[in-house]
């Protein structure tokens, strides 16, 4: 079987537990067509770099899959049906990533660096 990542974004006015069942749904479909999601990682409430159909922010939710390409094609048509989900993409990859995304790694670093310090105050050298 051949290995993808789906990333699919939300609607703004949508709450965590609905993104969860959208999640859900989507693994269903992929596990009753034959395939496995070996991951999910929800990134979070984010900002979109623009407008996409009058939504300024999105959740985004990442989805590691091991499935045939039926499987991922009946999910891509359920994502486009679906009216709480406002984009999607899904890549074929060679291997599937262990361990967290490269975006939630770089939110625990920006987490544990800190705040930043304001413009006109910096420290002296």
Same mark, same amino acid.
């Given at each position: 079987?051949?290995?993808?990542?789906?990333?699919?974004?939300?609607?703004?006015?949508?709450?965590?537990?609905?993104?969860?069942?959208?999640?859900?749904?989507?693994?269903?479909?992929?596990?009753?067509?034959?395939?496995?999601?070996?991951?999910?990682?929800?990134?979070?409430?984010?900002?979109?770099?623009?407008?996409?159909?009058?939504?300024?922010?999105?959740?985004?939710?990442?989805?590691?899959?091991?499935?045939?390409?039926? =499987?991922? +094609?009946?999910? *891509? $048509?359920?994502?486009?049906?679906?009216?709480?989900?406002? /984009?999607?993409?899904?890549?074929?990859?060679?291997?599937?990533?262990?361990?967290?995304?490269?975006?939630?790694? =770089?939110? +625990?670093?920006? *987490? $544990?660096?800190?705040?930043?310090?304001?413009?006109?105050? /910096?420290?002296?050298?």
């Amino acid at each position: 079987m051949a290995t993808y990542e789906h990333v699919f974004i939300a609607r703004q006015d949508v709450n965590a537990s609905q993104v969860e069942s959208i999640t859900a749904d989507f693994s269903k479909i992929i596990e009753e067509n034959d395939g496995k999601v070996a991951k999910t990682e929800y990134w979070g409430l984010k900002n979109l770099a623009y407008k996409i159909k009058k939504n300024r922010k999105g959740h985004y939710v990442l989805l590691n899959i091991d499935a045939p390409h039926a =499987a991922v +094609a009946e999910m *891509e $048509r359920q994502a486009r049906l679906h009216e709480d989900v406002i /984009r999607f993409m899904t890549i074929r990859v060679e291997e599937l990533e262990e361990g967290e995304s490269i975006v939630l790694r =770089a939110k +625990a670093d920006k *987490e $544990r660096r800190g705040p930043r310090e304001p413009r006109g105050e /910096r420290r002296p050298r």
